[in-house]
């Protein structure tokens, strides 16, 4: 099977409707580094061509991981990786910092751990709130013109904000979470990344795990990131069990499975908005990825897409335990 690859934006080709990242850091329990690598060769084997990572994730481990693909492989893939939050996220430490003259020494050390002289994508990973967007897009415009970034993208922006960054140079992608129970993004940003031309990125676009049906809260470990989600508190998980019951039962229906229904979804949003969408759901196991790019040749029916647009409104407790931290507490 091939995963079709299109234009996102700016000449971005990337796996539209298909496979885009998997987790090689321990946020949601433990990675065997060769399954990791294992799992990476396998996607790009079935077509996919957008590998998406960040600096932070495991603290660089990601990126080396990506790196050991790329060092026989990194011209059938497009690169993304991300630069501004700082500190211990996995233990809850966290900070953005997207002054303007830190900017070029970030992708300096993400180019030394993936060992390239450059990437496709570089997005801000969260919007300083301390600095104007404008500086730190004007820094990243810096290293396109560098050569060492092709093109830019912003992760978890305001619709202002992304209209703001791209009156600096053009934003060729947007990344945030966006499933069928987050769906704040097309109160505002979805529409402005439509007019503009800029493409969607969804994170978290089976949400977690949970709307695979596969989340066991009694075998997370304690270092486990989903147990700073209101969603996955005790209190919240019997009202989301009913969430999950309506897309299990759309997936019998269509044959399929939950992940594959809640990753079609999201391609039905994408076709009703007129833009490129490319979610990420991010799995360490080859045979999810396999699961996952089969999504691509889904296509839900009117009435099933009517049940799951009806799965937000349902949906108990906040995407993130700090609304601030997400475009939806700042728009």
Same mark, same amino acid.
């Given at each position: 099977?091939?995963?079709?690859?299109?234009?996102?934006?700016?000449?971005?080709?990337?796996?539209?409707?298909?496979? !885009?990242?998997?987790?090689?850091?321990?946020?949601?329990?433990?990675?065997?580094?060769?399954?990791a690598?294992t799992?990476?060769?396998?996607?790009?084997?079935?077509?996919? *061509?957008?590998?998406? *990572?960040?600096?932070?994730?495991?603290?660089?481990?990601?990126?080396?991981?990506?790196g050991?693909?790329?060092?026989?492989?990194?011209?059938?893939?497009?690169?993304?990786?991300?630069?501004?939050?700082?500190g211990?996220?996995a233990a809850?430490?966290?900070?953005?910092d997207?002054?303007?003259?830190?900017?070029?020494?970030?992708l300096?050390?993400? +180019?030394?751990?993936?060992?390239?002289?450059?990437?496709?994508l570089?997005?801000?990973?969260?919007?300083?709130p301390?600095?104007?967007?404008?500086?730190?897009?004007?820094?990243?415009a810096?290293?396109?013109?560098?050569?060492?970034?092709?093109h830019?993208?912003?992760?978890?922006?305001?619709?202002?904000?992304?209209?703001?960054?791209?009156?600096?140079?053009?934003?060729?992608?947007?990344?945030?979470?966006?499933?069928?129970?987050?769906?704040?993004?097309?109160?505002?940003?979805?529409?402005?990344?439509a007019?503009?031309?800029?493409?969607?990125?969804?994170?978290?676009?089976?949400?977690r795990? /949970?709307?695979?049906?596969?989340?066991?809260?009694?075998a997370?470990?304690?270092?486990? +990131?989903?147990?700073? /989600?209101p969603? /996955?508190?005790?209190e919240? +998980? !019997?009202?989301?069990?009913?969430?999950?019951?309506?897309?299990?039962?759309?997936?019998?229906?269509?044959?399929?499975?939950?992940?594959?229904?809640?990753?079609?979804?999201?391609?039905?949003?994408?076709?009703?908005?007129?833009?490129?969408?490319?979610?990420?759901p991010?799995?360490?196991?080859?045979?999810?990825v396999?699961?996952?790019?089969?999504?691509?040749?889904?296509e839900?029916?009117?009435?099933?897409?009517?049940?799951?647009?009806?799965?937000?409104?349902? *949906?108990?407790?906040?995407?993130?335990?700090?609304?601030?931290?997400?475009?939806s507490?700042?728009?």
């Amino acid at each position: 099977m091939t995963v079709r690859a299109v234009a996102l934006a700016e000449g971005l080709v990337v796996s539209a409707q298909g496979y !885009g990242a998997m987790s090689v850091a321990p946020v949601y329990g433990p990675v065997d580094p060769a399954e990791a690598l294992t799992t990476l060769h396998h996607s790009i084997d079935i077509g996919v *061509t957008f590998l998406d *990572t960040a600096n932070v994730y495991g603290n660089g481990a990601s990126e080396k991981a990506v790196g050991e693909v790329l060092r026989t492989r990194r011209g059938e893939v497009q690169l993304a990786t991300k630069f501004g939050l700082v500190g211990n996220i996995a233990a809850g430490q966290r900070g953005i910092d997207g002054r303007p003259e830190n900017v070029a020494g970030y992708l300096e050390a993400s +180019l030394g751990r993936l060992g390239v002289d450059s990437v496709d994508l570089y997005y801000l990973h969260r919007v300083d709130p301390n600095v104007p967007i404008e500086e730190t897009v004007g820094a990243m415009a810096e290293l396109v013109t560098a050569g060492k970034v092709r093109h830019l993208g912003l992760s978890e922006a305001t619709g202002a904000e992304l209209r703001r960054a791209h009156a600096v140079h053009p934003i060729a992608a947007i990344q945030s979470e966006w499933s069928v129970w987050s769906r704040d993004v097309e109160r505002s940003v979805v529409p402005v990344a439509a007019e503009l031309g800029v493409g969607f990125v969804p994170y978290s676009p089976v949400g977690r795990g /949970f709307l695979t049906g596969t989340y066991d809260p009694t075998a997370i470990g304690e270092s486990d +990131l989903r147990r700073r /989600f209101p969603r /996955f508190d005790a209190e919240a +998980l !019997g009202g989301n069990a009913k969430v999950l019951e309506v897309i299990e039962a759309v997936a019998r229906e269509s044959d399929a499975t939950a992940a594959q229904v809640a990753l079609a979804w999201l391609y039905a949003k994408g076709r009703e908005f007129s833009l490129p969408v490319v979610p990420i759901p991010g799995t360490r196991f080859a045979g999810r990825v396999t699961e996952n790019a089969e999504a691509v040749a889904l296509e839900l029916s009117a009435d099933r897409i009517a049940r799951l647009d009806e799965l937000a409104a349902i *949906t108990v407790g906040a995407r993130s335990a700090d609304p601030t931290w997400v475009s939806s507490g700042r728009e």
